[in-house]
């Protein structure tokens, strides 16, 4: 899928998603949301996210913030160390197209991340979605409710 039909998909299938571009980066919230994200699009390579060799032309990584039990189902298999960048170490390809794997940095926090996904991987990818959109909806809408 090219980066501008998963954006318009997001933007379509989702309700109130706010579209925040910092450096050519993409972070969907649910309405104004300032802070968390339910999805990123990173669209290229910087001091502190270079392992998905994003720079290459047309290249970009959907993340995606899952529950626990799944990512756990997905991926408890892959050795991991505790903390931010806890994949790093554990010889995941993370230039490797179309292929889903925990977030190389977030991923103890249950992020999922898959570079250049295919139509074909959307289904599943539009699973994570729901329930990442749902949270930051729900979350959003306790923190905005009258008291």
Known sequence: MLLTAIRTRIQTEFENVREVEADGDFFLMYKDEEKFPFATI?????????????????????????????????????????????????????????????HPFYGTMYWVSIVNPTEDSYPQLKGFLDYAYAKAKTSYEKGHSAA
Do not use: C
């Open 42 to 102: 990173v669209t290229s390579d910087n001091d502190f996210d270079s392992v998905s060799n994003l720079n290459r032309d047309g290249f970009y990584r959907l993340n995606i913030g899952i529950d626990k039990a799944t990512f756990q189902h997905l991926f408890a298999f892959i050795p991991s160390k505790p903390g931010i960048g806890g994949y790093m170490d554990s010889g995941i390809d993370f230039t490797k197209e179309n292929t889903l794997f925990p």
